[in-house]
Every structure is written in C-alpha cells, then in structure tokens.
C-alpha cells in the first residue's frame, strides 16, 4: 500500500513536525553557526518555526496547499532576522506558487516545489552550488529527484539523503558569500547552518510522510 499524494491538511502536518525537529535540533544548530558564525542559528530557525506554527493554527481549514506553503513562508520571513528569514522565507512562498491549484502533493508537485526553492534561494541569495550554503543540499535533491521516479514517500526519502550528505558535503567548502566569506580557510571542516537546518527540515518530511503511510496502511488492512 502506498501513500499517492500528501493533502493539504497533510502538509501542515508535515511543517509542524519539521517545526517539531528544529525546535529540538536549537542547541546543535546553534553550535554549527558558533564553528563559523555568530552561533544564533538554532534560535533564529526556532523563532521562525514557533511564528510558522502559530500562523498554520489560525489558517481556515480548506485553505489550498499553495496558499498554505505562501503563508507558512511569510510567517517564518516576518519573524526571523538575517539571512535564512528571507531565503526559507522566500523559498516556502516560491513553492506555494509554484502549485497554486493543486489538490494534493504527488511526485510531480514535490518536484515542483524543490525546483521553485532552488531558484528561489539562488535568486534571493545569489548563490551558486558549492557556495556553502542551503543551496548546496536543494541542488543535490533537484539533480537526484529529476531521475528518480517514486511515490511522494519514496521521493522524500531519497530527498531526505542527498540532502543529508550534501549537507554534510558542505564542511569540504569555503564561504562566498556572506559574513563567513572574510574567514577563508578556517570554514573547512564545518558545515553550513543554513544547509544542516534545510537538510533537518526535509528530514522532518520525509519521516512525517513515512509515518502517515503506515497509518494508512494499517487503516487498509
Ligand atoms: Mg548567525
């Protein structure tokens, strides 16, 4: 039994355990950004996060999952400082637009929201792959998503891996841009914040979509 499409209720779903998970992961991301930063990573992306949460339980039920990716987007944009508020911010918006009338997410859909936040993030932040940034694992899922066929499950689970070991991948590359660009070298062998916390937050819907299939499919039996 599988899982075809995540709905629009789903999708909440699926942001609140990412919520879940940053809000967790507040110590551990704070520490990555103190390697090469000011170490308040983890505490923008949990402020970001709360506001997202906070939006997602005022929004009407039947709200479309475009309009629900926009206003997750614009809630975690309107609270968070710096950087990482306008480029997640920015890409959660791009990707509601992205399906604006979609019913359900399906394979193609998901594949359409990662294309719209890789050119978002490339756009807002004018960044390039290996640059050291959350670009790096979007970029990784993008080139291993357009050959892969699957179920949204399955899609998100390969989503979930590459975008791990790229993110991990990030530790090997020096920053262009940015603040930690002026550090040169003494980036090497710390990742980038922005990149562990996307790669944590598609972690977080892979899982929440793994764990509603099995519900689904012991509802089946
Ligand atoms: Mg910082």
Do not use: Y
């Not at 193609?108 to 960044?127: C, H, I, P, S």
């Not at 979509?209 to 499919?217: I, K, P, V």
Request: charged share 20%; with cysteine.
């Amino acid at each position: 039994m599988k899982t075809a499409c995540i709905n629009a209720m789903a999708v909440r779903g699926l942001l609140l355990h990412a919520a879940t998970r940053i809000e967790a992961a507040e110590a551990e991301l704070n520490g990555f950004d103190s390697a090469i930063g000011d170490g308040d990573h983890g505490i923008t992306m949990r402020l970001g996060f709360q506001a997202m949460r906070r939006r997602l339980s005022e929004l009407p039920e039947g709200m479309a999952i475009g309009q629900v990716l926009r206003e997750a987007g614009k809630a975690f944009m309107g609270s968070t400082g710096g950087a990482i508020g306008v480029l997640l911010g920015r890409a959660l918006i791009n990707a509601g637009a992205a399906i604006p009338e979609a019913q359900d997410v399906g394979p193609d859909e998901l594949k359409k929201v990662f294309g719209a936040m890789e050119r978002a993030v490339a756009e807002t932040g004018k960044a390039k792959p290996g640059d050291k940034t959350m670009l790096d694992p979007l970029h990784a899922i993008n080139e291993v998503l357009s050959g892969s066929d699957g179920d949204v499950c399955e899609l998100l689970s390969i989503a979930a891996q590459v975008a791990q070991t790229a993110a991990r991948g990030t530790a090997n590359m020096v920053c262009r841009l940015g603040r930690a660009s002026r550090l040169g070298d003494r980036v090497l062998g710390h990742p980038d914040p922005g990149a562990m916390s996307f790669a944590l937050i598609v972690a977080a819907f892979a899982e929440q979509a793994r764990s509603l299939s099995q519900s689904t499919q012991v509802a089946h039996i």
